[in-house]
């Protein structure tokens, strides 16, 4: 009996790489930058099994461009906002993710950045390597304590409990909303409380974004959020860029409604050079990289690869995002 016939569409960890080569025929495409939309449908013709990242977007075309024999598409994410999900439903096409093997990993980051940015440690350093740092001065590099702070959490899943879990280390007064409210009030730590998102936005002194992007969310945070922000308040993005509205960021920003940025999703990815966002010194992006660990990064692998090589072998997927494919 042949192997089954696969497409990946980047390098992954070894783990998972390993697993699938063990079991399939593998097509890897070895550019760092992601394949083409004309390669892309190129490289899917006749395969059983896809393989691929948020910067992918699998439509019907791709689809139908890899023919009937298609039985799953495997994301290497945890969101699947870049897949037709009707669509593969429609086929009867598995697909799958990696859930809450993010969740620990991102909530790190995100307060990596709110302490980046409240104590300005970028600033630091490039002033120390820009020789700015000539004494000690009483007024020199100030920033804003974090420690009883209000921190106010949009979106209150895993990642939204887990980074309010980490500021009751800081001793912060913790306020979240949830768009899309289920047992998240009964879950809370105790040190959150649930409150309206006007509340959220007027009393808030870091704003933290925590929620899946969806016809609701995108662009929600606008020029008539920002206005209902406090003038110092912070503004931290680790789920989805599309949920900010770049321009609109930018104006607050310049205009200084409000004070500060750190974003490590942005609308588009990567951000052009000759974005507006990237010629102000009151934010702070990083490359989508809230994910990045060695272990966390080994772990999508692995869950991705079950998922590619269940659905390859006419298995139901461990993580499945589309279960009404079973009831076909």
Same mark, same amino acid.
């Given at each position: 009996?042949?192997? =089954?016939?696969?497409?990946?569409?980047?390098?992954?960890?070894?783990?998972?790489?390993?697993?699938?080569?063990?079991?399939?025929?593998?097509?890897?495409?070895?550019?760092?930058?992601?394949?083409?939309?004309?390669?892309?449908?190129?490289?899917?013709?006749?395969?059983?099994?896809?393989?691929?990242?948020?910067?992918?977007?699998?439509?019907?075309?791709?689809?139908?461009?890899?023919?009937?024999?298609?039985?799953?598409?495997?994301?290497?994410?945890?969101?699947?906002?870049?897949?037709?999900?009707?669509?593969?439903?429609?086929?009867?096409?598995?697909?799958?993710?990696?859930?809450?093997?993010?969740?620990?990993?991102?909530?790190?980051?995100?307060?990596?950045?709110?302490?980046?940015?409240?104590?300005?440690?970028?600033?630091?350093?490039?002033?120390?390597?820009?020789?700015?740092?000539?004494?000690?001065?009483?007024?020199? @590099?100030?920033?804003?304590?974090?420690?009883?702070?209000?921190?106010?959490?949009?979106?209150?899943?895993?990642?939204?409990?887990?980074?309010?879990?980490?500021?009751?280390?800081?001793?912060?007064?913790?306020?979240?909303?949830?768009?899309?409210?289920?047992?998240?009030?009964?879950?809370?730590?105790?040190?959150?409380?649930?409150?309206?998102?006007?509340?959220?936005?007027?009393?808030?002194?870091?704003?933290?974004?925590?929620? =899946?992007?969806?016809?609701?969310?995108?662009?929600?945070?606008?020029?008539?959020?920002?206005?209902?922000?406090?003038?110092?308040?912070?503004?931290?993005?680790?789920?989805?860029?599309?949920?900010?509205?770049?321009?609109?960021?930018?104006?607050?920003?310049?205009?200084?409604?409000?004070?500060?940025?750190?974003?490590?999703?942005?609308?588009?990815?990567?951000? =052009?050079?000759?974005?507006?966002?990237?010629?102000?010194?009151?934010?702070?992006?990083?490359?989508?990289?809230?994910?990045?660990?060695?272990?966390?990064?080994?772990?999508?692998?692995?869950?991705?690869?079950?998922?590619?090589?269940?659905?390859?072998?006419?298995?139901?997927?461990?993580?499945?995002?589309? =279960?009404?494919?079973? @009831?076909?």
């Amino acid at each position: 009996m042949s192997k =089954p016939r696969v497409f990946i569409t980047r390098l992954i960890p070894d783990r998972g790489l390993n697993m699938i080569r063990q079991a399939c025929l593998v097509d890897l495409w070895p550019e760092n930058l992601p394949p083409s939309h004309t390669d892309l449908l190129k490289r899917v013709k006749g395969v059983d099994g896809i393989l691929c990242l948020l910067t992918d977007t699998i439509h019907s075309e791709v689809m139908e461009a890899a023919g009937t024999q298609l039985k799953v598409i495997s994301n290497h994410a945890i969101g699947y906002d870049n897949i037709d999900i009707s669509a593969a439903t429609q086929r009867g096409i598995q697909v799958g993710n990696t859930p809450n093997v993010l969740t620990e990993t991102t909530a790190d980051f995100t307060f990596a950045l709110l302490l980046a940015v409240a104590r300005r440690v970028v600033d630091g350093q490039q002033v120390v390597r820009t020789g700015g740092w000539k004494t000690w001065d009483p007024l020199f @590099m100030l920033g804003v304590d974090v420690h009883h702070a209000t921190l106010g959490i949009f979106g209150f899943g895993r990642i939204g409990r887990a980074v309010a879990r980490r500021a009751s280390g800081f001793d912060m007064n913790v306020l979240f909303f949830d768009p899309t409210p289920d047992q998240s009030a009964k879950t809370a730590p105790l040190n959150a409380k649930a409150v309206n998102m006007d509340t959220l936005l007027a009393e808030s002194d870091f704003i933290s974004i925590h929620s =899946p992007l969806n016809e609701q969310t995108h662009y929600l945070f606008n020029q008539s959020l920002f206005a209902k922000m406090k003038p110092g308040a912070i503004l931290i993005n680790t789920a989805r860029g599309g949920i900010v509205d770049p321009e609109a960021l930018y104006q607050a920003l310049k205009e200084h409604r409000i004070a500060f940025a750190a974003l490590d999703v942005t609308e588009p990815e990567p951000l =052009p050079q000759d974005s507006p966002l990237l010629s102000l010194n009151n934010i702070l992006i990083t490359p989508h990289i809230a994910s990045a660990s060695h272990a966390t990064r080994e772990k999508m692998s692995v869950m991705a690869a079950e998922n590619l090589l269940a659905g390859v072998n006419g298995k139901g997927l461990l993580y499945c995002v589309n =279960p009404q494919v079973y @009831m076909k």
